[in-house]
């Protein structure tokens, strides 16, 4: 008797269980679109040789924060037969920021347009999510975004929607998504980068190219 009460009671919780889970999936998509398909921003700006010559000073490296304006680097012309010495051009930043990478070293032989410095601003920087073709009518400027960087799993970031792209990924791609010419017609599911601001940093050090996971509250 006991077991006979049992086995329609488990069949029971089962179903309720079933059900609450599909409540809480349905529920929890009504409130929120989450996507793993996201990664940090941020505008890297070159400095450039102005001229060619001898990079005779270059006064930054890897890591160094610079104010706009700063020098950052000195390079004399060639003298080009001229029987006075050049005078030394100063290059300075464009902006205030964080030297990313300099792929020259002092004393060089440089040419107009050759990179010197490449530097952005980390308190700019944005989170690049693709969000379903199926999905993106309910994502809206200004809503609030929860985000959380793979390398700081442990810390939410808070931000919100900035920008919806007006043209889908497969836009900016070099290789076609599909081929339109045969037969063998495959629809494929688009995305549509979404720019999201970030509301400062945590103190973290987070830097342009990192993952990131998004939910965004659509309701």
Known sequence: MRRMILVPLLIVLAVLAIAGGIFYYAYNSYLYYTTDDAQLSGTIVPVMATSG?????????????????????TITPASNGATTTPSAITLTSPIAGTILQTPVVAGQAVTPGLPLVELTDLNTLTVTAYVDEGSINNVKTGQDVDIHVDAFSDTTFSGKVQQIVQATAGSFSLLPTQDNASGNFTKVGQRIPVIISLTGNSGKNIIPGMSAEVTIHIH
């Open 53 to 73: 010559g001898q990079l005779t000073t270059l006064s930054v490296k890897q890591g160094d924060t610079v104010t706009a304006g700063q020098a950052i680097a």
